[in-house]
């Protein structure tokens, strides 16, 4: 059981993401349920068709509030501890393209509570700092500024609170210790913390899907035991893998191992050189013996990145696939189509998020849904 | 150990108040220190001639910065379930008391969070309005309206979040366990409410007094391990009896026993009665007998009600205390005595209450210091 770990405060070893279905008792994103959402969407997202997000709870019901013209909101977050990375950024690109496709709300929680308590060396000064940061690439990535909302929890606080104290009446300690092996040891901020992540999954009179990597659903397992005592809905939720760590396929990219990771705001001389110098390659020891054994690219980090993420053109990665495989691409190669794509995306991302800069009020304060959002008072 | 227990959920037994300072590690208000108070007042309110306020935190040091002119501020609260009686008002009394000799700040917690959480058959709609209800009570008494922030968490959270996360990042659930005997079945907001009972603490830059009754006092030892470590002074306590139940001087009184209690929308009527009628009597069974060997006013609760609270001239309640005793006042004439004292007092509590009734909002909203306190959000 313990080859590898998943909680919302560690990742670790090979993830065997068959396995980590039956453990947390989710259901596989079957194609059968992807291909009744091509149905409704005209195409799928690169995620959706490779299998980055492949897991889910009630997507199904998801797809039938979308048949039936209830419709559903999108919520998601960020824990505010630091630049972000590439493989942060996953389940707000998917949270794009489902607002786009359905012209859906999104509401992203900023968990900078969360951060503050739960990291010894980050105090709320910092957690600050980097939540506008944060909030400032995420909606970089083209929402609709009159729907999506995006707030801290330190200051939306105000508007969460009754509601928040709802959800904990209905949690105790033994709950928490189980689903997130809390301890004595661990301080009362964290203990109360989960309620606070809870209470998004209420805003709407209709059930919201959760984007969100798999490391979060412990949160969902407790929303749907309560919710519905609650008079709300049991949340729905696509989980994603983890983008792999540059170093190697194995965990997920570290904040506190810059290598392993391209942070949106690395240079392109940096992100060259990352890649050149860390991204774990599945080739062989030789271009000679490469040319004749093939390379493995299950374990390539440079394929399994443009495979995930940036090779959009399906019979484009079916060829590096085949090519790398038969060794007619070298691992320098794969890593050198891998750069310029990345460095292609960062620097389009870049210029965006120069003109978002003065627009991020509107999706916090003054935008249609920010306003609304402001003006209530969550209850019940 | 257990013939009698005080907590901020039960008290009960037959309280050996020497004991509790023992058990509690607090310190017995001397005489020494409220002739000094006496030096820099004039006078001693009644609840300290009489040692109802009789054990304290660090008072000394509260009259070493009056002293200084560095002065200090009050913080006291109250935990909204229901209708207040007589008893709550001690807090309140004598903050009002020190407000007026020395100009003083005084804020008052309405802990609606924490009854929420605390009642199974409490919702969010009955605490907001026991809050209101015991807000203009707790005005009513005479506090000055730019001097005086009456708050409820459930609002005054968004300028306390911050702060709150920082009281919770230094306590562990060890601590809150050991403190107050929380349990695995104990709710997770319950765990997070005492970062919000001490925040307050923190509100200005120099030391408060907190007069409460002493079943509110293992706050304060969380308070007193972390202030420093969070740049505040520590909370300084003056501690409260509890003024007895009508039917016995054992426990407190108890809103689930309605004739333990007089409460302040009592009718005349009503208070005569239930004093008669349930007023334990420290009397002989006849009143040939009582005449003859005399009453005891240790357990006498009309005179306990008398001493503790409204009979105000020091002269007459010793007259009052002897004639009992020899047997002279019978115990129909100390309750009638009472029941003129407590309906005259509630008439006229009444009376003010309806002139304070369009004016909660400056204490709570708009008057000077509340105004002030809405424009500061506490971070650190």
Known sequence: MDEFEVSPWNVSGKIDYDKLIERFGTQKLENSLLEELKNLTGDLHLFLRRNVFFS????????NDLKNGKGFYLYTGRGPSGPMHLGHLLPFIISKWFQEKFGLNVYIEITDDE????SENLDLNDTYRFSMENALDIISLGFDE????IFLDSEYIRNMYKLSLRVAKKVNYSTVKAVFGFKDSTNIGMLFYPTLQIVPTFFENRRCLIPEAIDQDPYWRIQRDIAESLGHYKAS???SKFLPPLTGIEGKMSSSMPETAIYLNDSPDIVKRKIMKYAFSGGQATVEEHRKLGGNTDVDVAFQWLYMMFEEDDRRIKDLEQGYRKGEILTGEMKSILIEKINGFLVDFRNRREKYRD???????????AEKMWETFYDR
């Open 56 to 63: 889910h709870r009630d997507f199904d019901k998801i797809l």
């Open 115 to 118: 951060k503050f308590l739960h």
């Open 146 to 149: 009159d729907r999506t909302f």
């Open 237 to 239: 939720v696509i989980h």
């Open 359 to 369: 627009r991020l009020d509107r999706f916090m304060y003054d935008g249609k849904l």
